[in-house]
């Protein structure tokens, strides 16, 4: 079964990239190259398992086995240790980052309360970062099973030259920004 954004993409979007940017080379226009989503785990110095469980949930949600990420340094004012495990983190791509997309665009922001649109700002390269502030807006998390709230940082890395470009293609894959005539 082909994700239906891939699909969208493929048949919609596209082709009013192509137009907008004036972009004849198909392999030019800018896509979706691939969605990492990190959590960096706080308290994880005083408890490991603080670790295994984030990982654990980060798997549910993504539907891949997320990698530990240990400390680079050590932090003496963190009672931190160079080795030590403080998060973790996967790297979706092709079919698997479809689908997490289409569910984060379409079920999972929509879930969140008072939610008005993602604030539209690029990094300079086309990439877009979406800060959650806890895994239980993600249906596939039990309330019951979450030990703690837990917050992540999903990055859309796109292969658009501009911030123009990437805007543009999160937005005709339906990512819900704030409107930007409606910004004071």
Known sequence: MAARLKDKYQTEVRNKLSEAFEIKNLHAIPRL???VVNMGVQGAVESKSKVET????????????????????????FKLRE????????TLRQDRMWEFADRLISIVLPRIRDFRGVKDKLDGRGNFTLGIS??????????DRIEFQQGMDITFVTTAQTDEQGYMLL?????PFIDRSKKA
């Open 33 to 35: 190259e691939k969605i």
């Open 54 to 77: 984030a990982a654990r949930d980060l798997g549910t949600v993504t539907g891949q086995k997320p990698t530990i990420r240990n400390a680079k340094k050590s932090i003496a004012g």
């Open 83 to 90: 080795g030590m495990p403080i998060g973790c983190a996967v």
């Open 134 to 143: 806890e895994q239980s807006i993600f249906p596939e998390i039990p309330f």
């Open 171 to 175: 937005k005709e894959l339906g990512m």
